[in-house]
C-alpha cells in the first residue's frame, strides 16, 4: 500500500507528463494555457506531498483549521476543520503548503522557486481573459514553464530520490511549432500587455541581481542542440558477507520517506516543540549521540552512485521523541 505521501507524489507526476504532453502537441490551440494550468497543479500537489512527507504522513497536516465563532463573543479554544461545499476537509493552497514547509519546518527553497510559481500562476489565473496568439507572449510563457520544470526536477531529487529517472521532461520549442520569421500574431490586448508587463518585471529583479541561479530560476530560453551520446547502464551491487543471503536495496526514494527531516529542519520543529530549547553544545552532543542509531538517522550521499561523494545526516521525525527526555514541552 501507497504511503499518502508518495501517492500525492505520483499524482504531482502525472498532471506535470500531462502539462507536457498537451504542450509538446503539434497542432493545440490552447497550449500555454492549458500547460499552465496543469503545471501549477502538479506544483500544488507536489509542495503538499512534501508537507505529508514532513508530518509522518498525517492527512490533517493539509486541512484547514478555523477557529468558530461562540455564541457569547469571540472565538472558541478548540480548533475545527473548515468543510467545503462538499462536505469535505478543505485543503491549504499552494501557498500555504509552501509557507508550512518554510516556516513550520525550515527547509529551505530558493527564492526563484516561489518566484517563477508565482508568476505561473498569474499566466494560469489571466488564462480565461485573453487568447494567447501573441508569438511574444507565447515565447514568455515557454521561457517561465521551462524553468518551473526544471526547479521540480530539482525539488523532487531533492526531496524524494531519484524517482523521475523513467521520464523525459521537456517542452519543444516554439520554433518547431511554426516558423518566427513568417509567422503572424495578434496584437495584444490590454490583458497581454497587463500580463506580459507582469513578466517582464519580474525578469527584471533577477537580471539586476548580477546573478544567475546554478539550479533554480525563474525563466530559462531554449537552446537547441543534437549531439551523439554514449548510453551507460547502471549495474546493481549486492554488499553482504554472506553468498547465500537475498539481495535486498532500500532505493533513495524510500530512505527519503522515512528520513525526511535535515538538520535545519530538526531544529526549526525543536524550536517550535519545546519551551526551554536552545540551539548550542548541549543540542548538538546530545544530536550526535543519537547519530549512530540507524533507526533515527541516516548518511544520504549527495551523489547516491559515488560512495566518495559529499555526505549529510538526515532524520526521522520519531527522533523527537529522544529529546522529549532532554526538554520542557511548549
Same mark, same amino acid.
Given at each position: 500500500?501507497?504511503?499518502?505521501?508518495?501517492?500525492?507524489?505520483?499524482?504531482?507526476?502525472?498532471?506535470?507528463?500531462?502539462?507536457?504532453?498537451?504542450?509538446?502537441?503539434?497542432?493545440?490551440?490552447?497550449?500555454?494555457?492549458?500547460?499552465?494550468?496543469?503545471?501549477?497543479?502538479?506544483?500544488?500537489?507536489?509542495?503538499? =506531498?512534501?508537507?505529508?512527507? &514532513?508530518? /509522518? %504522513?498525517?492527512?490533517?497536516? @493539509?486541512?484547514?483549521?478555523?477557529?468558530? *465563532?461562540? $455564541?457569547?463573543?469571540?472565538?472558541?479554544?478548540?480548533?475545527?476543520?473548515?468543510?467545503?461545499?462538499?462536505?469535505?476537509?478543505?485543503?491549504?493552497?499552494?501557498?500555504?503548503?509552501?509557507?508550512?514547509?518554510?516556516?513550520?519546518?525550515?527547509?529551505?527553497?530558493?527564492?526563484?522557486?516561489?518566484?517563477?510559481?508565482?508568476?505561473?500562476?498569474?499566466?494560469?489565473?489571466?488564462?480565461?481573459?485573453?487568447?494567447?496568439?501573441?508569438?511574444?507572449?507565447?515565447?514568455?510563457?515557454?521561457?517561465?514553464?521551462?524553468?518551473?520544470?526544471?526547479?521540480?526536477?530539482?525539488?523532487?531529487?531533492?526531496?524524494?530520490?531519484?524517482?523521475?529517472?523513467?521520464?523525459?521532461?521537456?517542452?519543444?520549442?516554439?520554433?518547431?511549432?511554426?516558423?518566427?520569421?513568417? =509567422?503572424?500574431?495578434?496584437? &495584444?490586448? /490590454? %490583458?497581454?500587455?497587463?500580463? @506580459?508587463?507582469?513578466?517582464?518585471?519580474? *525578469?527584471? $529583479?533577477?537580471?539586476?541581481?548580477?546573478?544567475?541561479?546554478?539550479?533554480?530560476?525563474?525563466?530559462?530560453?531554449?537552446?537547441?542542440?543534437?549531439?551523439?551520446?554514449?548510453?551507460?547502464?547502471?549495474?546493481?551491487?549486492?554488499?553482504?558477507?554472506?553468498?547465500?543471503?537475498?539481495?535486498?536495496?532500500?532505493?533513495?526514494?524510500?530512505?527519503?520517506?522515512?528520513?525526511?527531516?535535515?538538520?535545519?529542519?530538526?531544529?526549526?520543529?525543536?524550536?517550535?516543540?519545546?519551551?526551554?530549547?536552545?540551539?548550542?553544545?548541549?543540542?548538538?552532543?546530545?544530536?550526535?549521540?543519537?547519530?549512530?542509531?540507524?533507526?533515527?538517522?541516516?548518511?544520504?550521499?549527495?551523489?547516491?552512485?559515488?560512495?566518495?561523494?559529499?555526505?549529510?545526516?538526515?532524520?526521522?521525525?520519531?527522533?523527537?521523541?529522544?529529546?522529549?527526555?532532554?526538554?520542557?514541552?511548549?
Amino acid at each position: 500500500m501507497k504511503s499518502r505521501n508518495k501517492a500525492m507524489l505520483d499524482k504531482s507526476v502525472s498532471a506535470m507528463i500531462s502539462a507536457i504532453e498537451i504542450y509538446n502537441k503539434p497542432d493545440f490551440k490552447y497550449r500555454e494555457e492549458a500547460f499552465a494550468v496543469l503545471c501549477i497543479n502538479s506544483w500544488e500537489l507536489l509542495l503538499k =506531498a512534501k508537507v505529508l512527507q &514532513l508530518s /509522518s %504522513n498525517k492527512l490533517s497536516a @493539509l486541512f484547514v483549521w478555523e477557529r468558530k *465563532e461562540l $455564541k457569547g463573543g469571540g472565538k472558541s479554544s478548540k480548533r475545527y476543520k473548515k468543510i467545503n461545499r462538499a462536505g469535505n476537509p478543505m485543503s491549504v493552497s499552494m501557498y500555504e503548503a509552501y509557507r508550512i514547509i518554510v516556516e513550520d519546518y525550515g527547509v529551505k527553497i530558493d527564492k526563484a522557486v516561489k518566484d517563477n510559481l508565482e508568476t505561473l500562476a498569474e499566466i494560469r489565473d489571466n488564462s480565461i481573459h485573453f487568447i494567447n496568439d501573441d508569438l511574444q507572449l507565447s515565447l514568455k510563457i515557454q521561457e517561465i514553464g521551462t524553468a518551473a520544470l526544471q526547479n521540480y526536477l530539482h525539488l523532487v531529487r531533492e526531496w524524494f530520490g531519484d524517482v523521475l529517472s523513467g521520464y523525459n521532461f521537456y517542452i519543444m520549442p516554439l520554433s518547431f511549432f511554426r516558423d518566427f520569421d513568417s =509567422a503572424s500574431g495578434e496584437a &495584444l490586448n /490590454s %490583458n497581454e500587455k497587463k500580463l @506580459l508587463n507582469y513578466i517582464k518585471a519580474a *525578469e527584471e $529583479k533577477y537580471e539586476s541581481d548580477g546573478k544567475e541561479s546554478e539550479e533554480y530560476n525563474l525563466a530559462l530560453r531554449i537552446d537547441v542542440k543534437f549531439q551523439k551520446a554514449k548510453s551507460k547502464s547502471g549495474i546493481p551491487v549486492n554488499i553482504t558477507n554472506d553468498p547465500d543471503a537475498p539481495a535486498v536495496r532500500l532505493s533513495e526514494e524510500y530512505i527519503m520517506e522515512k528520513f525526511p527531516w535535515d538538520f535545519g529542519v530538526l531544529t526549526t520543529r525543536l524550536k517550535k516543540r519545546y519551551n526551554d530549547f536552545k540551539s548550542n553544545h548541549d543540542y548538538h552532543a546530545i544530536r550526535k549521540n543519537l547519530e549512530d542509531n540507524p533507526k533515527l538517522c541516516h548518511q544520504r550521499l549527495y551523489n547516491p552512485g559515488n560512495p566518495n561523494s559529499g555526505k549529510k545526516i538526515i532524520y526521522n521525525p520519531n527522533i523527537v521523541k529522544e529529546f522529549d527526555k532532554h526538554y520542557k514541552k511548549c
